[in-house]
Each structure stands twice: as C-alpha cells, then as structure tokens.
C-alpha cells in the first residue's frame, strides 16, 4: 500500500478565545454554583463564535476546586465529530496528569457539564476514571429547545454511572443552562448556523 | 487566572508499527471480509505492541472499497480513555476529508470494527456520517472473554442506528474475531497486561 496519504494523527484543541475568557476567571472554584457559572459562561460563548453547539465542561478537583482543564465543543472548528466538550475537558484533563485514568491514585475529580451527556459523552464519562457528574439537567429540555440529537441513553443511566463508582449531581444551575440553550435557537434562526447532527436522510 | 498550566490541546496518534503493518496491505479491499480480515489483523498485534486492548477498525468507500483511515486502540500510548479504535478511525477519517460528516456530499463510507461499539464508541459512531456500521458480532462474547465492560447500550441499538440512516451488518468474519480475544486472554493472564476500564471500587 502507498502510505502516504494514510492520515496518522488527529489533534483537539481549544479555540483562542479560551484564553481572553479565563483570563479574569478564578483558578480555584470553590462551589458547584462557580464551577457551572464557568462552564455556561464558556457555552454562552462558545456557539457564538462558530466553534460548535451550545456546550461546555470543566474537569475539577471535587475537594479543594482546583481547575484541571477546561472543555468546549470544537465539532465546527476542528472536524472531528467526536469533539464535544465532555471529550475535550477529559482528554485535556487526561493530557495534563498523564493517565487515562482521572481516579488514579485516589484522585477524586469531577467532570462538569451543562447537560446531561450525549450518547457519546455518556461513554467518554464512564471511562474517564472521574469521581462524579455534576449536571445543570438531564430532561428532554435540551433536544427540544436546541434541536440536536442526543441520541438514545437508556433509562437507568444515572444508575449505570453509580453502579461503576461515577456519583451524579444534577440540576445546578439549571434555568441558567436553558437560558443558554434559548439564545442559541434565537443565534441559529438569526443566522442560520449549522446545527451538525446525526444523519436522517 | 494564571493560565500557564492549564492544556490547550490533545492529540490521537497511531503507533509506528501501523507502517510495518501496513506496507504490504491492499489500498483497496472490496469486501466486507477483505476489510474484516484487515481490522484483525489490527487489532491482534495491537495489544502485543502495547497500544491498548484488542481492537481495531477502519473507515472504507463502502462502494469502491478504497481505505479512507485505520484505527487502533491508543488508549494506553496516549493516556486518552477517548482513544478507541473507532474513534481514531473517524477521526483520522474526518482529518483527511476535513468535515465532520463523512457522508458530506453524498458519500457513502462504512466503519469496520471487530464487534458491536461499546457505549462510547456507540454514540461517536452515531455523529460520524458514516452510512454502515460493519461489526464482526454483538453478543456477551466480547465482555466475557476479555474481561472488558462494554458499558450500557440499549436493546434497539441496531434499530436506533437505523433510525438515523445508518446500516448495520453483522457477524463479518466472527470466528476470528473471538480467536483475538482468546489470544488476548491468555496474553493479559501470562503477562499481567492492564485492562483499562471503568471504575467499580
């Protein structure tokens, strides 16, 4: 075979913009309330600037808040469909401490996202080695409001994460997280922005 | 916030020995068996080199059967629990089409793979664009030979894809695909070879 057109390796990385965003945010994020206020911040912006969905997470040290990484959904800006921002804070997290396991030696980290994960996420968490999810909701309220396939989650997923160790925390600033999701139906039908999803045709 | 810390990118890379492994391969493999016979190849000798589990995969022209990309598992060479052979594939495939839809312009690609996609990979599967899902089987074998969970996926998996334009062939080269995790078995009982999972303790 001629292998010179074989691709070898594909790259996730933050849009500029992170920087100018956390440049006045704490390091240290005491509460769940801070820790979600960031990531809605992050997904607020995120859309706007054409990187991808509505999303954004943060990989932090449960007990003392310190930040390990910040995630946002780049599918637009990198390509790769698999670039949501779960898999984005957890791989950056990965790639700081060096493990594929967050929970290695007896680290407790938590992955904080603005929604209960997609499909994919869903998976991304469970083999994550994070201690906990913190969720800003988990209902039906996302797909209706944004328009985007979450794909199919079984019924008992809150109960499959705590059966492998992955405590859940769900509704933290939860309208907070809708507002974000209304402003992005009111950008796309203003602008007609991409709403990438799982094909139907 | 001192941002200095803080990672702004990953990246998934295949192993060196993809070359070695690939320099007397096919470019073009126009069957389902063809493609199969590939992913095993794969997926046995990545395990022995230390990349990760058994598993492997490509994306292929579903018609003219032309190799797109080729995954592995990187898990362990990269430190990235996201690292699965699916989504190496994907997205290696979605770095040389540069889109994150697969089936962009009408294309009709597959995802080969050496059984049904755990819940992660489920649902990268799910937003790729690829138009078939290839897998050698689906059953409790996997999990129950290599020691690996799979995580929850739901009974309607195969119809839930199809639901969403996506086609699903089964049991492609099945036997083989058992005899790798045999193999895989007896090489993680002889050589104490980590099985990276979810957390349960």
Known sequence: MDLSSLPRSFTIALPAWIDDELADAPAVLPTREDRMALVHRLAARNFREGNGGPFAAVVVDTESGDLVSVGVNVVLSTGISAGHAEVTALG??????GSWDLGADGARRELVVNWRPCAQCYGATLWSGVRTLVVAGS??????????DEGPVRDDWAEQFEARGIAVVTDVLREEALAVYRDYAAHVAATGATVYNARND
């Open 92 to 97: 950056l997290a990965q790639a700081r401490t």
């Open 139 to 148: 209902g039906p309220e996302l797909e209706e409001i944004s328009g985007f």
